[in-house]
């Protein structure tokens, strides 16, 4: 277990922080879903000065980033997203693309979903928001260690090629071969805005998936 930080309900209640961190690999699902509530309780009264946003490592799945995300969309001047070494899937992903990253008035810049359970169809929604220029604000994505496999070369590929705003792209300790690497290098090739890509640890040599 490790403490980032501890924030003190009241002082968000009061919004005194700009930077929250919740403690990490210490929230388990009950105590995540009470940190929803008690933000949505501080922004009844007050507007919402949240810039970065960690909670890492909390079991978070599913089920409980619903109204996780409902409550993070009233967070206008959020534009850094921590949601690594989680329980979220293919749904969890999209409610969170859905209710957050789309959401008119947030523009969310880097974003970290490192160490999910999801796959390359689970990426689907955001990927092609990113290739059709619906996220124009976000320039940083990490999806180290997620288990994605060569079924997410064709989307990333497109997604790259029409992007024009993400400057870093993390795909380390996943599964891509042969055939999603080059799919990957061909979108980043194309790329307009691509400055860095981690795609280490892949093991693009091997013939298993």
């Excluded at 000065?49 to 909390?58: D, H, I, K, Y």
């Excluded at 599913?62 to 409550?71: F, G, H, N, R, V």
Aim: a neutral charge; one cysteine or more; glycine letters at 10%.
């Amino acid at each position: 277990m490790r403490i980032v930080s501890i924030l003190s309900l009241p002082s968000l209640y009061r919004n005194t922080f700009t930077i929250v961190y919740i403690v990490d690999g210490l929230l388990l699902g009950p105590g995540i879903v009470a940190v929803a509530k008690a933000i949505s309780y501080g922004l009844g009264a007050h507007s919402c000065s949240l810039t970065e946003l960690n909670v890492s490592g909390n079991k978070i799945d599913d089920a409980i980033m619903e109204p996780l995300a409902q409550t993070l969309r009233r967070c206008r001047s959020l534009c850094a997203v921590d949601l690594s070494r989680n329980l979220l899937s293919g749904r969890g992903i999209q409610d969170f693309v859905d209710s957050v990253l789309l959401h008119e008035g947030i523009h969310i810049k880097r974003l970290c979903l490192s160490k999910n359970r999801f796959d390359g169809a689970s990426l689907k929604g955001m990927l092609a928001a990113l290739g059709n220029h619906r996220l124009p604000s976000l320039t940083a994505l990490e999806l180290a260690h997620c288990s994605l496999s060569d079924d997410v070369g064709e989307d990333m590929r497109e997604m790259l090629a029409g992007n024009t705003s993400l400057t870093a792209l993390s795909l380390s300790w996943n599964k891509l071969r042969v055939g999603g690497l080059v799919a990957v290098a061909e979108g980043v090739c194309a790329s307009a805005s691509l400055a860095s890509a981690d795609l280490s640890w892949n093991g693009f040599g091997d013939m298993a998936p």
